[in-house]
C-alpha cells in the first residue's frame, strides 16, 4: 500500500506543480500547494491564517486560546479577508467544545482539524454538515482510528514538533512511513518540518503534503509576542525539551518556569501539584504577553533553524519554491 501511495503521491506533486488536475491533498482542500499553517494557541488568528491562504497554502485558525465569541470574530474576519479556502483547529478536550463546535458549523466553515481528544467523538456530525475532517495523531495507532472515525486525512505529527505531543515519542522520521503503511487516507507530516528540503524529505517518506507550527509563529502575522517570535529566532539545536510528562507532554524553550517544572518532577511532583505550578495562564503569559521567564513557551525543535521573522506569505513561497528547487536536484548540494 505504501508504494502505491508513494507512486499516487508523485504525479500529484509534479501535476500540482506543474498547474495540472488538482489531486491529493490541494484537491481535498482546493489550495495550490499542500503546505499548512498548524492551528496554535495564542499565535494563529485571522490575520496568519489569511495571510497563509492568500499566499496559496492553508491557514488554521487556533481555536484553542478563544473564548467562543472571540472564535466566530476570528472566522468572520478571516472570510473578509480572504476568498481562498481556510479552516479551524479544534483541540476536542476543550471545555467550551460544543460552542466552538456549533460556531463552526453556523458560520459554514468547511475545513476542521481536530487534536488533542477522540475523533469518534464529532467527526460524524461534521462530515454530515459537509465539512473536511482532519485529525492530529502521533502513532499509526491512533492513525487507524482516526481513519475508522471518518476522517479524510490525518496530520501526523512527530517527537520533534512543538506544542502538545505524543506520549510515545516517535519522531517524524519514523512516524511518517508507519502511518503511511497503517492508513489509506492523505497523510499530512508535522514536527520538525520549517524548509522546502524538510518538506521534500516527508513527502519522500510517503507524506501527502506538510503542517508546519514553530516556522509561522516567526511570521509578521502571527498574534505572537514579539519577545517570543525573537526567542524562537535566537533558540539554538538543544533549547528545547519535551516538558510536563505527568499531564500533557508539551515541548517547551528552557526558561525559568520550565526550570521550575524539572525540579518539581526530579522531586517527585504528581500531576496535582504540576497543575498548580502551571496554574491558567501560563502560556498566555509567554507566548503572548511576551513574558520569557514566567511564561510557557512552546515551540518546537525546528526553531534551531529559523533565523527570521518573515511574512507569512514569503514563508509560504520561500518553501515551496525550495521545495520544487530540490524535488528536482534532490541530492544537490
Ligand atoms: C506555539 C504553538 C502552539 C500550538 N498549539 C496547538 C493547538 O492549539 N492545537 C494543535 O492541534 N496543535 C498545536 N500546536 C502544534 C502544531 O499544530 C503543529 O502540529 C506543530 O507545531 C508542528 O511541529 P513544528 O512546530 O515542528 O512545525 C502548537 C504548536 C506551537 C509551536
Request: glycine letters at 12%.
Amino acid at each position: 500500500m505504501s508504494e502505491q501511495k508513494h507512486n499516487e503521491g508523485s504525479s500529484d506533486l509534479s501535476s500540482s506543480a506543474l498547474g495540472g488536475e488538482q489531486r491529493g491533498l490541494t484537491g481535498l482542500f482546493g489550495i495550490n500547494y499542500p503546505i499548512i499553517q498548524a492551528g496554535m494557541i495564542w499565535a494563529s488568528g485571522w490575520r496568519l491564517a489569511s495571510a497563509v491562504s492568500n499566499a496559496g497554502g492553508l491557514g488554521l485558525i487556533g481555536a484553542g486560546s478563544m473564548y467562543p465569541d472571540v472564535l466566530r470574530e476570528h472566522i468572520q474576519k478571516c472570510k473578509a479577508a480572504t476568498d481562498k479556502p481556510f479552516g479551524v483547529n479544534i483541540p476536542l478536550l476543550y471545555k467550551d467544545i460544543d460552542k466552538h463546535i456549533q460556531i463552526v458549523l453556523d458560520e459554514g466553515v468547511k475545513i476542521v482539524f481536530t487534536s488533542a481528544g477522540n475523533p469518534k467523538t464529532w467527526t460524524p456530525l461534521f462530515k454530515r454538515n459537509g465539512i473536511t475532517v482532519v485529525h492530529v495523531v502521533s502513532s499509526s495507532k491512533f492513525a487507524l482510528k482516526a481513519q475508522d472515525a471518518g476522517c479524510d486525512a490525518v496530520v501526523a505529527e512527530g517527537f520533534e514538533a512543538g506544542g502538545h505531543n505524543g506520549r510515545e515519542e516517535t519522531t517524524t522520521m519514523v512516524l511518517i512511513p508507519a502511518v503511511v503503511e497503517a492508513v489509506s487516507i492523505p497523510v499530512i507530516a508535522a514536527g520538525g518540518i520549517a524548509t522546502g528540503r524538510q518538506m521534500l524529505a516527508a513527502m519522500v517518506l510517503g507524506a501527502d503534503g506538510v503542517q508546519m507550527g514553530s516556522r509561522f509563529v516567526a511570521s509578521e502575522e502571527a498574534s505572537s509576542h514579539m519577545n517570543f517570535k525573537q526567542a524562537v529566532v535566537d533558540a539554538a539545536e538543544g533549547d528545547t525539551f519535551l516538558s510536563l510528562k505527568k499531564l500533557t507532554p508539551v515541548r517547551l524553550i528552557k526558561n525559568k518556569f520550565f526550570q521550575q517544572v524539572q525540579e518539581a518532577e526530579s522531586q517527585g511532583a504528581g500531576p496535582d501539584e504540576l497543575n498548580e505550578l502551571l496554574g491558567r495562564a501560563r502560556a498566555k503569559k509567554g507566548m503572548y504577553e511576551g513574558n520569557l521567564e514566567e511564561g510557557e513557551l512552546e515551540i518546537g525543535q525546528v526553531s534551531a533553524l529559523i533565523h527570521e521573522i518573515l511574512p507569512a506569505g514569503r514563508i509560504v513561497d520561500n518553501v515551496w519554491k525550495e521545495f520544487l528547487i530540490s524535488f528536482n536536484n534532490p541530492l544537490g548540494k
